[in-house]
């Protein structure tokens, strides 16, 4: 006697709802991946930046500013091009009070001894979890600590 082959009911119901569960998971895992890759070009993006301006300051001889549009949701060196902030991300800028305008321009100057005219852009994820990026004013390091949600 021959047994027929093939699936039965049951064993194509379970591999249906794993694939389900699979489909329904994936667009939540992307996104997450998504944003959580965002977050990390940025801040690579803003501490290059603020390292390139500290270098273009000292080997030039002349200022340099790294600026952030709180309002706009920009930032990058002055005379270069600018890059937009990604939706899911959030700026804020502690500057000297000469160094932020009306508009919500934050600047922070690096001068050509070296040191910088001070303070701090935080880079914060939508959970409030991210990284406060300090430009010390007399050596103009730029320094990371996290920052807890």
Do not use: C, K, N
Request: aromatic share 6%.
């Amino acid at each position: 006697m021959r047994r027929p082959r093939g699936f039965t009911l049951v064993e194509l119901l379970v591999v249906f709802a794993i694939a389900a569960l699979i489909v329904g998971i994936a667009p939540l895992a992307f996104q997450r991946l998504r944003e959580s890759a965002e977050y990390r070009d940025t801040l690579r993006a803003i501490v290059s930046e603020m390292r390139l301006a500290r270098w273009r300051a000292m080997s030039s001889g002349a200022e340099t500013r790294f600026s952030v549009d709180l309002r706009q949701r920009w930032y990058g060196l002055d005379g270069a091009p600018r890059h937009a902030l990604a939706p899911a991300l959030t700026l804020r800028a502690t500057v000297a009070s000469q160094e932020l305008d009306s508009s919500g321009l934050a600047s922070i100057r690096f001068l050509p001894g070296g040191g910088a005219s001070g303070g701090s852009i935080d880079l914060l994820r939508a959970s409030g979890a991210g990284v406060r990026l300090r430009v010390d004013w007399l050596t103009g390091r730029v320094e990371q600590e996290p920052i807890a949600p």
